[in-house]
């Protein structure tokens, strides 16, 4: 069954503490991305891959970082150096920039 | 850059009901427009999406898209509402590659 997974669905973590969230897809897929998504603001790309051991920034990259070590994997790291974290983040994979495939979402509290 | 704005933040209709939710883009060129759906604390399903010819786009679950480039609108229709429907929706638009842009969003509440 082909798909995108997020984990955890919910992640709770204390201010200054660097975080890693988890994004994998079996679609084959050649690009990946990240989003952050704040009630009524939609989706910011944050971060994109459109191969492995390469990726670019999206508009709001500062205090995020990621990896693309494998073409099924690519994790997000929310550093410290993040002044709001608090947010739904998505993933999404697509073999044509144009039509992307989003996982569940994982939903990250800061306090 | 382009951009995209959807002006209703929230939408309520009776079940049964017809449903149209309104998407202005702004785009220097020929624009790629989508339409997807989010249900609560999920992620994003792609509804339907225009690139080029018939600017009338039929998509899943009953919805269309109508194109026109004269108002730079996308907006998304449905004849008869269902319960199911009840969701987020969200318009975008790319022209170039890895650009996509997406509206703020418009949240749908059904009646019964």
């Known amino acids: 069954d082909g798909g995108i997974t997020q984990s955890p669905k919910y992640l709770f973590r204390k201010e200054g503490q660097n975080v890693t969230l988890s994004c994998e897809q079996n679609l084959n897929h050649d690009a990946m991305y990240w989003y952050r998504q704040d009630p009524g603001q939609g989706l910011r790309l944050i971060y994109y891959?459109?191969?492995?051991?390469?990726?670019q920034k999206g508009d709001i990259a500062e205090g995020y970082s990621v990896s693309r070590e494998k073409k099924e994997s690519f994790p997000l790291t929310v550093t410290s150096a993040q002044k709001n974290p608090t947010a739904f983040y998505l993933c999404?994979?697509?073999?044509?920039?144009?039509?992307?495939?989003f996982g569940p979402g994982t939903r990250l509290t800061v306090t | 850059a382009q951009s995209v704005t959807q002006p209703d933040i929230h939408i309520t209709v009776s079940e049964g009901a017809s449903l149209e939710l309104r998407c202005n883009y702004s785009y220097g060129a020929t624009p790629y427009l989508f339409w997807y759906v989010q249900s609560p604390g999920q992620g994003l399903q792609l509804l339907l999406k225009?690139?080029?010819?018939?600017?009338l786009v039929q998509g899943i679950k009953g919805f269309e898209a109508e194109f026109k480039r004269s108002q730079s609108s996308f907006n998304l229709r449905k004849p008869s509402v269902h319960w199911s429907d009840a969701a987020e929706y969200f318009c975008a638009v790319g022209g170039n590659n890895n650009d996509m842009r997406f509206g703020a969003g418009t949240r749908l509440t059904v009646k019964p």
């Open positions: 891959s459109q191969i492995v051991n390469d990726f």
């Open positions: 225009y690139f080029s010819g018939d600017t």
């Open positions: 999404a994979s697509s073999r044509n920039w144009y039509e992307q495939y």
